[in-house]
């Protein structure tokens, strides 16, 4: 028996495992960088992983810089870059049909003439035809509507990019109409003795609210504007005081503010406009507007609706030559007599704050102003200028131009012409 559990015992000793030397051997292994258990231990792998992680970020990092780098040079590089030719990229000719102008509508062109409007996409082709008759068509559009009317006649169309939305007739002669952002037609119409301001809502239903001037006394309308949201009204007219020709700049409220006032009119300019001509108004946001006179430039505030206020005047240097308006910004030409230049350009904000003066030369009867860039053309010759005052072409086209839009991020863009539309690119 005794020698059974002797014979046992020395078993048991045999099974028992010495951690000491496992131990020992583990932190050699670890210390030589041979152990498996090592690698593969949770504390190990979190390690590697952050390791790898981190790495990751370093990468993305680095990339997106580059990229960013790439981009302003690229910037850069577009907005001070001159060219002198241009490479036609491609051409689609136009279906038959008359032409008087386009205008940008949605994300295409509203190609409009005496018989009918025809919807474009950017690359000329046909999305939709409306057919009218008119003798002399003229355009406003206002963010997703277009208007197309016929001066010293009765009709007036409003599109959006989807086609038709109304027809009007207002019954008396048109001098001009507008459209708001929300679709309102407002219609300057005239009989012999006077002139009628008439609303029309997006579906060409007359609205109850219509403002009559009396040509012996208001004087003769020359512009009207609307209101972002349609709820006022600045007009400016042309008067006679004994000899002298006179202006006015008038502003009106339909909201009910301006209920209770006599033909809602909230405020009057004529001591600011002696023997001046104001040619154009316009509103430049809901707050702000201008008014372009013979003389000069007056900014408006209407931050008190009921009190609209003259916020500052800039007096014409010269003759003024091209007006153009893209959003709260206005670009006006100015004839320059110096030897060296025959045109200055300038651009306002809203405000009235000189944003750019460039003098330069060149011959143009067209000015457009769209997307950071200034389009002045004549016949096949164009002006291409960007809002850093930078001539980035100066020369013909090829084409009769009747439109120029910025096409792709570089150099490209779009000629409107006669019969065709053409991509160009800058070189």
Known sequence: MIEDKEIKKQELKDRIINTSEIYTSEADAFETGTSDLGENTPRSRRKKNTEFFTAGRRVVILLLVLIGAVIIILTLQNRFKTYNKFKLKWIHELSEGSLVDYISLGNGFLKYSKDGAVYLKKNGKNVWVDSYEMSNPKTNKNGKYAIVFDVGSKKIVSYTKDGKVASIDTGLPILKAIVSKSGVVTALIEDAKSTYIMFYDNEGKELDISIKSKLSGDGFPTDIA????????????????????????????????????????????????????????????????????????????????????????????????????????????????????????????????????????????????????????????????????????????????HKIVKRGFLSGFTVLGDNDFRGIILK
Not at 228 to 252: C, E, H, I, N, W
Not at 255 to 271: C, L
Not at 322 to 344: P, Q, R
Not at 346 to 363: A, C, Q, R
């Open 226 to 401: 609307i209101s972002p949201d349609g709820t006022a009204l600045l007009a400016s007219f042309q008067y006679l005081k004994g000899s002298s020709m006179m202006g006015r700049v008038v502003f009106y409220d339909f909201s009910e503010i301006g209920k209770n006032m006599a033909n809602r009119v909230v405020a009057g300019f004529d001591e600011e406009f002696v023997s001046s001509m104001v040619a154009r108004v316009k509103y430049l946001d809901k707050i702000n507007s201008v008014a372009i006179a013979s003389d000069g430039l007056y900014f408006f505030s209407s931050k008190n609706i009921a009190s609209p206020k003259l916020i500052k005047t800039i007096k014409a240097e010269n003759d003024i030559e091209a007006v153009a308006f893209e959003g709260e910004k206005i670009c006006v030409v100015y004839k320059n007599t110096s030897e060296k230049f025959n045109h200055t350009l300038y651009i306002y904000s809203k405000t009235g704050s000189v944003l750019l003066k460039k003098e330069f030369s060149g011959d143009f009867n067209h000015m457009d102003m769209q997307k950071g860039y200034i389009y002045m053309t004549k016949n096949d010759n164009a002006i291409i200028m960007n809002t850093s005052g930078v001539i980035k072409y100066s020369g013909s086209l090829d084409v009769n131009i």
